[in-house]
């Protein structure tokens, strides 16, 4: 615990301007981040008697051994800085609000040259129009289902509609009247544009024009006597208004704007949003925060704001946003969803009517999912310190190991050999700080060596970064583990306990890596599959734990996360190398051109009877590189066609130079909440 005296800074230092500062633990890691109106003021106010402090302010300024700050031109620059800056650190001392699901959107993908319709989650994609979130994604299905009578706009995948283009036959839908068929030319790509347009439009609350124009279609058409046609119209006609049906409206003259209202007590609060587009409410999402700092009702609000429009852009931003308690001041804060806009933005408090009654149905919801995470957490909390607590007594720790971290090896006969390293913080998954690595110390199956070598390197890079007596390093050794902000980047905090998916021989393998590095605080511990024993260095026998006992679930949860993380890395590096092309190895050889070349060609193999000329055909290759593909495809060794074990039949090269083969499983799909494996760095 650090004396906020020791890094205060010397009076004057500090610019009386606005600004945005950082505090940093005694390992340079980002706690805290805020920003002010004068830096002076605000930061005196964390160096004052630690007894006129919030609890959770003192803490913070004694886990701190440094301050540092920015000074910005503007209070909207500082707003903008301040939300940049908490989305690359991460600090554990500032309000994350986060997602209580992983909520679904219904998208149609505009930056293709045939828009789709689908159900997204995740980032948002530039080009892709969003709409939503909804509760469920059936709900999404069943909105689109009665949608594409009106609209039929493709809602395939690229594969499918590539095979339709080929075969010259659509889907099931196109037969059925609920996709327009581009893939087989049935519209223009102008037409089926047109038709995302309007559908894009009806989603967006523009619902009046479609409904007026069909209307009088189907008064037009049964004045003519085309009673089948008019009868088809007014099919369409009840399925819009069916669907305008599952949003009904809550506010008039087709308003947009988003209602947010917050729910507290002294240690969380829930947010909740209402998305009310043309009047209906077109989507609901919640989140949930730790009040780890001390912070009024108002500064919630900004830090909602803040994660709600960091990311978007024009019309994602509504003209009005009503909230329970304005951020102080205010007006930085409407400036900036004003320019993330591109217009002006109401930013107010609604005081009667309408939408004050809204406000209050919002404030309900907030506080239901405030009570709901309460009750789950009050549970979860027990139970996850129960586990570590049964895990220090049977594993004789001195405390409870608040950071494990599990290795696994993974590979398929000796190839592709892979390892994982998973880690958990308090009993729940750290997906940010997941790490994959390839075996590079030799060729083979050899799990045992593999650990040691994973250990090895995982906590080699430990010691580099801190010198003997635990304080960090500095200087040169450290330039590359560093970035421009002297932020740690891999492997900077040790565990307490480490994890090995094995027994005995990996269990010792492990143990033998950190006394050669002379480290010493750390528990080894192995999780055998077969009889889910736990083993110990130097240890005969293995620890039994009962097969009830949490602390036994818990590290099976830490060592089958390990063991999925790793072989999903291991297929993806076999898929990869299964795909490999000799093409690959030309250099200066760009994936265009390559594509170019089995387009033409149509296959590796045809292509590697071309001659130069012929292949000096194609747009961008001259005749140097049609000379080096040449050369490169006559010593590279023929890939062995793949044979259907069923019929004996052999099987040519397909359109895109790769021999079919079922060598190689997909991978295992991940579910909800699952970490995304490109966060996991290859080392």
Partial sequence: MADPSSYRPR???????????????????????GKAKSLRQRLANYFQDLAGLHPRTRTMVTTAASVEWTVVSTEVEALQLEYSWIKEYDPRFNVKYRDDKSYPYLAVTMNEEFPRVQVMRGHKKKGVRYFGPYGHAWAIRDTVDLLLRVFPVRTCSAGVFKNAARTGRPCLLGYIGKCSAPCVGRVSEEEHRELAEEFSDFMAGRTGTYIRRLEKAMTDAAEEMEYERAARLRDDVEALKKAMEKSAVVLADATDADLIAVAEDELEAAVQIFHVRGGRVRGQRGWVTDKVEDVTTAALVEHALQQLYGEETGDSVPKEVLVPALPDPVEPVQQWLTDRRGSNVSLRIPQRGDKKSLMETVARNAQQSLILHKTKRASDLTTRSRALEEISEALDLDSAPLRIECYDISHLQGDDVVASMVVFEDGLSRKSEYRRFQIKGFEGQDDVRSMHEVITRRFRRYLAEKEKTGEWADGDELRDLKDDEGRPKRFAYPPQLVVVDGGQPQVAAAK??????????IAVCGLAKRLEEVWLPDDDDPVVLPRTSEGLYLL???????????????????????????????????????????????????LRSATIDQICEIPGIGRKTAETIAVALAQAAPVAPAVNTATGEIMDDMEDGTPQTTAGAPGEPVPAGAPDERRGQET
């Fill in 512 to 521: 033998r890596a950190l006394d050669e590095l002379g480290i010493d605080d």
């Fill in 556 to 606: 099976q949860r830490v060592r089958d996360e390990a063991h999925r993380f790793a072989i999903t890395y291991q297929r993806a590096k076999r898929a990869k190398r299964f795909r490999a092309s000799p093409l690959d190895d030309v250099p200066g050889l760009g994936e265009t051109r390559k594509q170019a070349l089995i387009k033409h060609f149509g296959s590796v193999k045809k």
């Fill in 11 to 33: 009076p004057g230092e500090i610019p009386d301007s606005p600004g945005v500062y950082k505090f940093r633990d005694e390992h340079r890691r980002v706690i805290y981040v």
